[in-house]
């Protein structure tokens, strides 16, 4: 999924630098993209950091199933 997700944004990067348009806004669009994508490996890392809290306090108590439910918001939506 990283390698997913640093492909998609190395392919917006390039197409960001090979259009054309004054160098003052090619910057401005590159440094939104980054911060974009700053926010977006950061939420992800967050995500995955809890579920794994929660993975683990599941087999902490022995019990067959997670205690978390899983959350059926789109949140790469905004």
């Known amino acids: ?11 917006i990067a390039i197409g960001i630098l090979i259009a054309p348009d004054k160098g ?3 910057r401005q669009r590159i440094t ?8 977006l490996i950061e939420g992800a890392t967050d995500k995955i950091e809890s579920v794994g ?3 683990n306090k599941a087999l902490r108590k ?12 789109n949140s790469w939506t905004s």
């Not at 022995?62 to 918001?73: E, I, L, N, R, V």
């Open 62 to 73: 022995g019990g067959s199933k997670p205690s978390f439910q899983a959350d059926t918001a």
């Open 24 to 26: 003052v806004n090619t």
């Open 32 to 39: 939104e993209l980054k911060d974009k994508a700053t926010d």
């Open 1 to 11: 999924m990283l390698k997913l997700l640093t492909g998609l944004l190395a392919g």
């Open 53 to 55: 809290e929660d993975m």
